[in-house]
């Protein structure tokens, strides 16, 4: 049976790295370890955690580095011969240990403007969609909200613009919102603004954490800076917005 | 004991899909409601629901509709259902997904375009509605994305610990906040508890570490009656290895997509023992299995599709005869449907695209390549808090329950894909009735004296213990009440395993009262294990009492001492509850007479 050492981050901002060892087994993900170790040597150690399946999207946390689920990932991806780090994510408020505040992503979330659904298209008072079309938004709809996306993004990790831009999670969701079949509103003008889609530059980061494998920048960014470029830039309405004297908004 | 108090009409605990349809449903009545829930708001365990929502919405077979829906129901429960509830439930259905629907979920599609649906055990027709094998994700977070913007207060990581009541009536709770440890007095008109299941009581279990039985134990000690404890669902497939993962669901979707199950010999077993009551309705060959599940609409169904309860009983057969997988199991196979499918791969990629992704990670198998290894794993609570059909409330007034921990709808075994009907129909009926209550009765006095005497055994693990020895820890206690339980009484139980398993309970809720914890009440994991226990000390023994009274072989219950269904038994569920002493009875409740109109659909249909 082999052993492995975890550093592990406790207490708040203040706090330190501490190593504990564990035994580990064949299958072990990180999550396991840091729960035996919870329950043998760290009773109060602060972690979040559900379904232990990859499909809640609790468990988030930067390992050796890297932001990971702990659940998904596997020890034997990891060298196990030095330190296993594991920290909380650097993108939100330090609570405890591994937990951080992430309600900035919940207020986020209240302030983009909901699903409006185009009147029932089948005379049974229910509508008609394409698979193909429904497929489109599947793959922004598997998003579990770990918000690893969120705590790898240099926007908000390292620049903070918490208050001007809303990060890859919600740019995926209003992607999801603008290509679903069955939505009429236009949020355009809000992801120009108020959103500050432009902010991204398509460094591909949040792409290269999401544990669903959702193609974050090109399927739901770059489209949907390309849509308010429609909008902003259209020649037409820059030829409207001259004869009208009206200033063009800058990003 | 300082505190903070918070104020609405209608509280709901929990956030899963019954609660936060609840809340939905309350808000819309114009009342103000708050949710607690003890993760994030859209962690709740529904996200684990994978296989899909049964509503008899006949789009892929028009043969379908509420009363065969209602027929397999009953047939499912053993006919111990709430046979009103049933009724309710098949009715109002497709109502909830296509309103789902109207709130931004998106389901697979019909070549037409309606909303696809698929088979699945113990359903006479396709009737699932689904999103791939994530369908618990899309309405979860349809919900939560339909609510927010409602109105509705959301208090996360806070766990309730004490409902309040005045005289008879329900006033509130008392709860602390997992943050900062802070405690917190809710007043209101009504309460609706949404709290999910007990699966945290077993050892080898699909569910998530809420799954504590809160909501059960909350009004139990309120006075509310609980019933059915004794039957206790194990999903016949789970993984069974690496053992880091023992437990953790693998969906019934492989089956619903021609999935088999085979034991070493290389043998589809479950063609051994098809049970008398559905002979009629399965196949008895491969080939017509196969026909089956790809909608050939004169096919029967594979026996890989009986009830979860058989199944599992199966599995444990073979396993138990050795003819088991290497790590304890048995085989699932889905990628043989290469024989069948030109593009078997993908297809399997598209239907399962969940299961396909946790055997990659987590087990290092390509299930479009080589078969799972499963096993039963402890899944659903068909027992909980009794409440009247139509409003959801419990025998106390003002406290009402949805979803997991309300009892009464699924009888002696639930059908797969009914719990998130369950979850939608129920949580809007609870909502409903719990606005109109909190209406007409508005909050009440708190009972401070409760409320004190609630916050002093909330902090007791942090007293200093003089002398005596602290005990294990509570991780370990749980653990060791898991194994119990297990053990005890687990997918076969007999009098004597179930007996020692209750004085191992007494034991175990000695020593939980001992139990002292380290830090302080800053986020701190271990407290909140040691004030869970006495939920799940609750649970267990309403399980195992229930379990020891029931003598006879029904549904989810296995007596090895009473192998047969007992006549004498199939008309009557059990109820648990508190005596004015503390101490916890069991009692017979005759099931009421069916009426005619749904006794002949039963007949017809059944």
């Not at chain 1, 919940?106 to 403007?113: N, P």
């Not at chain 1, 992607?175 to 991204?200: I, S, T």
């Not at chain 2, 050939?296 to 009983?313: G, I, Q, S, Y």
Request: charged share 25%.
């Amino acid at each position: 049976m082999a052993t492995a050492t975890f550093r592990i981050w406790r207490g708040d901002e203040a706090g330190e790295f501490r190593d504990y060892d564990a035994e580990i087994h064949e299958g072990m993900v990180v999550l396991d370890a840091v729960r035996r170790i919870q329950a043998d040597q760290a009773q109060d150690l602060g972690v979040r955690w559900n379904c232990k399946a990859g499909k809640c999207g609790s468990c988030s946390a930067e390992v050796n580095g890297t932001p990971r689920l702990m659940c998904m990932t596997r020890l034997n991806e990891l060298p196990i011969d030095r330190p296993i780090t594991v920290e909380p994510m650097k993108s939100f408020p330090l609570v405890r240990d591994l937990v951080t505040d992430v309600s900035w992503n919940y207020e986020v979330k209240r302030r983009i403007a909901p699903f409006r659904p185009r009147p029932p298209d089948a005379a049974d008072g229910t509508w008609r969609m394409n698979q193909s079309d429904v497929d489109r938004v599947m793959e922004f709809r598997k998003c579990i909200e770990c918000f690893l996306c969120q705590d790898v993004c240099h926007v908000l990790r390292d620049h903070r613009l918490h208050d001007r831009f809303i990060g890859p999670r919600f740019l995926v969701h209003v992607a999801a919102l603008e290509m679903h079949p069955l939505d009429a509103d236009d949020r355009r003008e809000e992801l120009r603004k108020a959103q500050g889609v432009g902010y991204c530059n398509i460094t591909k980061c949040c792409t290269g954490v999401c544990p669903e494998e959702i193609q974050i920048t090109d399927n739901a960014i770059i489209p949907l800076k390309e849509r308010v470029a429609d909008v902003a830039y259209d020649p037409l309405s820059k030829l409207v917005q001259l004869v009208r004297g009206r200033p063009r908004a800058k990003e | 004991m300082s505190y903070e108090t918070i104020e609405h009409d209608v509280l709901i605990i929990g956030a899963g899909g019954a609660g936060l349809r609840a809340a939905i449903e309350a808000s819309a009545a114009g009342v103000s409601v708050g949710v607690v829930c003890k993760s994030l708001l859209g962690k709740a365990h529904t996200v684990m629901a994978e296989g899909g929502i049964a509503a008899s919405l006949a789009n892929v077979d028009e043969r379908d509709g509420w009363r065969v829906h209602f027929a397999d129901t009953m047939r499912g429960g053993a006919y111990l259902n709430n046979w009103r509830m049933a009724e309710l439930h098949a009715r109002e259905a497709p109502e909830r997904v296509h309103e789902l629907e109207s709130w931004g979920a998106l389901f697979d599609r019909t070549a037409d375009g309606r909303i696809l649906q698929r088979n699945f055990g113990g359903h006479a027709y396709p009737r699932l509605a689904h999103v791939g094998d994530r369908t618990g994700l899309e309405m979860i977070r349809t919900l939560q994305d339909h609510g927010i913007h409602r109105g509705i207060d959301v208090h996360m990581e806070v766990s309730v610990v004490r409902l309040l009541k005045d005289g008879g009536r329900i006033t509130g709770a008392v709860a602390y906040e997992r943050e900062r440890g802070r405690f917190l007095v809710f007043r209101a008109g009504a309460v609706v508890l949404a709290t999910g299941g007990t699966g945290r009581a077993y050892l080898i279990t699909s569910n998530s570490w809420e799954c504590t039985g809160d909501g059960h134990t909350l009004a139990y000690d309120a006075g509310a009656e609980l019933t059915d404890m004794e039957f206790v669902q194990f999903h016949p497939t789970g993984m069974v290895w690496p053992p880091s993962v023992r437990g953790i669901l693998v969906t019934e979707g492989v089956r619903g997509e021609g999935g088999v199950l085979k034991n070493s010999e290389g043998r589809r077993f479950m063609f051994d023992d098809i049970p008398p009551l559905y002979t009629d309705q399965t196949a008895d060959n491969p080939e017509e299995g196969w026909r089956y599940t790809q909608g050939d609409r004169e096919a029967r169904r594979p026996p890989e599709l009986l009830t979860r309860d058989h199944v599992a009983r199966c599995i444990v057969r073979e396993v138990r005869e050795g003819r088991g997988s290497p790590h304890g199991g048995v085989f699932l196979d889905i990628a043989w449907i290469g024989e069948k499918l030109p593009q078997a791969e993908a297809h399997i990629k598209r239907k399962l695209p969940s299961m396909y992704h946790q055997f990659r990670q987590l087990a290092n198998i390509d299930i479009t390549r080589q078969p799972m290894e499963v096993g039963p794993t402890t899944h659903y609570s068909m027992g909980g808090i009794r409440v009247h059909a139509e409003t959801q409330m419990s025998g106390v007034p003002g406290l009402f329950a949805a979803g997991e921990c309300a009892g009464g709808l699924h009888g002696a075994n639930r059908l797969g894909g009914n719990s998130l009907s369950d979850l939608l129909v129920f949580g809007k009926r609870a909502g409903e009735h719990a606005s109109a209550f909190a209406r007409e009765n508005p909050a009440a006095a708190i009972d401070e004296s409760a409320v004190r005497e609630a916050t002093g055994t909330m902090l007791a693990p942090f007293d200093e213990v003089s002398g005596a020895a602290t005990d294990v820890g509570p991780y370990r206690l749980q653990g060791e009440l898991q194994e119990v339980m297990q053990g005890g009484v687990g997918i076969v139980r007999s009098a004597e395993s179930i007996q020692a398993a209750l004085d191992e309970i007494g034991a175990l809720r000695e020593r939980a009262a001992r139990i002292r914890v380290p830090g302080n009440r800053e986020y701190n994991p271990g407290w909140h294990t040691a004030l869970d226990l006495h939920n799940l000390l609750t649970v267990a023994e309403a399980i195992a009492r229930a379990a020891l009274e029931r003598t006879e072989s029904r549904g989810a219950h296995t007596r090895a001492d009473h192998p047969d269904k007992d006549a004498a038994w199939g008309d009557a569920n059990l109820v648990v509850k508190k005596a004015p002493d503390g101490d916890m009875i069991v009692s017979r409740s005759p099931i009421p007479d069916i009426p005619e109109g749904l006794r002949r659909i039963i007949e017809e249909m059944g």
